[in-house]
Nanobody
């Protein structure tokens, strides 16, 4: 069983930065591609960024390109999301997720495991 715990959320002003982390236990971390999703109130959960098993390939949604950076440390079983130039519309609960896909997938339903989420609030 894979367990995932996010941390690093909080309250930040517009233009500020936050770094989210997700620690993964259980099966070998490197066998999973990883993603960071967000879910704002009343909206569907959507993918912000994803990274392949060994970090060679990444994906970013257009609205976060140039502002968010996803990375992973397979030695520490951790995936991170560095967020900068934050905007009020980035306010959401952020989830890390794991998929057994070799690279990654942009399809939410193809992620096998999820963390509990961490709240990010950007004040205007």
């Amino acid at each position: 069983q894979v367990q995932m715990v996010e941390s690093g959320g909080g309250l930040v002003q517009t233009g500020g930065s936050l770094s989210l982390s997700c620690e993964v236990s259980g099966r070998t971390f490197r066998t999973y591609a990883m993603g960071w999703f967000r879910q704002a109130p009343g909206k569907e959960r959507e993918l912000d960024a994803a990274i392949s098993r060994f970090g060679l390939t990444t994906y970013y949604r257009d609205s976060v390109k140039g502002r968010f950076t996803i990375s992973r440390d397979n030695a520490r079983n951790k995936v991170s999301l560095q967020m900068s130039s934050l905007k009020p519309e980035d306010t959401a609960v952020y989830y890390c997720a794991a998929t057994s896909r070799v690279v990654f997938t942009t399809t939410r339903e193809e992620y096998d495991y999820w963390g509990q989420g961490t709240q990010v609030t950007v004040s205007s």
